[in-house]
C-alpha cells in the first residue's frame, strides 16, 4: 500500500484517534507525576514552574494557562475548551511607552497577580482569567465569562464583566436530596 493509500485509510475509515489533538492521561509536573490529570496536548503553560496543580484535573482542548505570576488549580477542577487564565496584562503598558516598552522595570499599567481556582470548580468554554482572581472551591463559571477579583466558595459566576448569579449548593442539593448516598462524598471535599 503506497503512502497516499495509507493516508486515505486512515482520513476515511471513520477512526479519528488520530485527527485534532489528544488528551494525556497522567501529567509529570514540577518532579510530581500526577495519575489522575487529564490534559489536552493542545494547552499551552507558560511558566510551568509557576503552575501548582492538585491531582483529579481535566484541562481540556485549545487553553492558555499563563502562570508567571502563579496558579494555583484544586483537586477536581474542570477547565473545558479555549479558556485563557492570565497573570499579567500588560496591554495599558505597551499603549503608554509606546515603542519604549520593551526593557522597562515595572512599567506604569503593567496589571500581575496570581490566579487561584478551588477545588470541584468547573469553567466554561471561552472563559478569561484575569490576574489577581480567585475562584471559591465548588464554582461552576458560564461560558464566555471574564472574571477579575473575588468570587466566593460554590458561586455560579457569569457575564462580561463577571459576576455571581447564584449558588451552586442549591443546584446540587436537589440531587443530594434525590440521592442521599453521595452526601458523604459531597460533604468530604465540600466541609459542610
Not at 511558566?47 to 485549545?62: M, R, S
Not at 475562584?135 to 473575588?150: C, R
Request: aromatic share 12%.
Amino acid at each position: 500500500m503506497s503512502w497516499l493509500q495509507r493516508l486515505k485509510f486512515k482520513v476515511f475509515k471513520n477512526d479519528t484517534s488520530e485527527i485534532g489533538p489528544r488528551m494525556r492521561s497522567g501529567f509529570r509536573h514540577n518532579g510530581q507525576f500526577l495519575s489522575q490529570v487529564r490534559i489536552s496536548e493542545s494547552t499551552v503553560i507558560s511558566f510551568p514552574t509557576n503552575l501548582n496543580l492538585a491531582n483529579n484535573l481535566f484541562i481540556g482542548h485549545y487553553n492558555f494557562l499563563e502562570a508567571s505570576h502563579g496558579i494555583s488549580i484544586g483537586e477536581g477542577v474542570q477547565i473545558t475548551n479555549y479558556c485563557s487564565i492570565l497573570t499579567h496584562s500588560s496591554h495599558i503598558s505597551i499603549r503608554l511607552y509606546g515603542k519604549s516598552y520593551l526593557g522597562k522595570k515595572d512599567p506604569i499599567g503593567y496589571k500581575k497577580g496570581p490566579v487561584s481556582i478551588g477545588c470541584y470548580t468547573f469553567i466554561g468554554p471561552h472563559v478569561t482569567i484575569m490576574p489577581e482572581t480567585s475562584i471559591g472551591k465548588g464554582s461552576l463559571v458560564s461560558a464566555y465569562s471574564l472574571l477579575k477579583g473575588e468570587y466566593p466558595a460554590f458561586s455560579i459566576i457569569a457575564g462580561n464583566p463577571a459576576h455571581v448569579v447564584g449558588d451552586t449548593r442549591e443546584m446540587d442539593n436537589k440531587y443530594l436530596d434525590e440521592y442521599p448516598e453521595l452526601k458523604a462524598n459531597y460533604d468530604q471535599w465540600a466541609g459542610l
